[in-house]
C-alpha cells in the first residue's frame, strides 16, 4: 500500500502529468465542440452513430500511452531507481504499484475526457435538432473508451519496462499503434483482428467488417497485450542490473 501511496504521489505531483492531461483534454474538447458545433448535421450524427465522435481524435490515448512508458522509464533515466528498489529489493511489488497507480490515472483520465466529450458532443447535437444514438449505445461506446484509457497506460508502461530507454520505448510504443497498424491488411483470415490498434478499435465500437472482434472480445486481446507486456517487463528489471 505504501508503493502504491509513493507512486500516486509520484504522478500526480510531477508538472508532465498535469501538463499531458491538459493538453490531451483540450485538443479533445476543441474537436468534440468545434467538430459538432460547425460539421454537416448529417455527418455528426453518422460520425456519433459509428462511435467517431465519441472516441475523439486519440491525442489524449497517444498521450496516455506515453505517460504509461514515463512512469517507469522516468526512474532509469533520472537513476532513481536505485533508490526505489532499494526500498522493494524484490522489486516487483514496487512494479506492482506502479501497474496500479498507471491504471487508476487512466480510467480518472478516461471519466474526464468521457465528461468533456459527451458534454460538448451530445448537448451540441441535441441543441442542433439532431437524433443522439441509443443511450445503451452510448454507455457501452464510452465504456469501452475509458477502459482502453487504463489499458493504454499498461501497455505503455509494459513497452517502457522492456525497452527501459525512455526515447526508444516511446517510439517502440507508438509504433505498435501507428506504424504497424496497415500490417493486419497483409495477413491471411482473421489474425489482423488481434493486433493491438485493430483490438483497441473494437473495443471503442469500430465494426468495420463482418468478421472484426465485437466489443468485450477486443478489450480481452487487448488487455492480453498489455499484460503480456507488463509480466515481461517486471520479469526482465528483476532478473536484470538496474544499472544496465
Known sequence: MNFLHSEWLKLWTT??????LGIGLLGEALFAGLYTGLAALGEVEHELVEAE????????????LVLGVLVVTTEFRHGTSSSTFLA???RYPALLAKVAASLLVGLLSGLAFVAINAGLSLSLV??????????????????????????LAAFGLGVGA????????????IAFFFVLSPLPELLPGSLGEYFPAQALGSLHGHVEASGALNQVTG????TAWAAALVAIGIALICKRDVAD
Open 15 to 20: 508538472r508532465t502529468t498535469w501538463v499531458m
Open 53 to 64: 465522435i465519441a472516441t475523439g481524435i486519440g491525442l489524449l490515448m497517444v498521450l496516455m
Open 88 to 90: 522493494s529489493p524484490k
Open 126 to 151: 441535441a441543441g442542433r435538432g439532431g437524433e443522439l444514438p441509443a443511450a445503451g449505445e452510448l454507455v457501452s461506446i464510452y465504456a469501452g473508451v475509458v477502459a482502453s484509457f487504463a489499458i
Open 162 to 173: 522492456i525497452v527501459r530507454n525512455q526515447v526508444g520505448a516511446i517510439i517502440a510504443a
Open 219 to 222: 478489450g480481452l486481446v487487448l
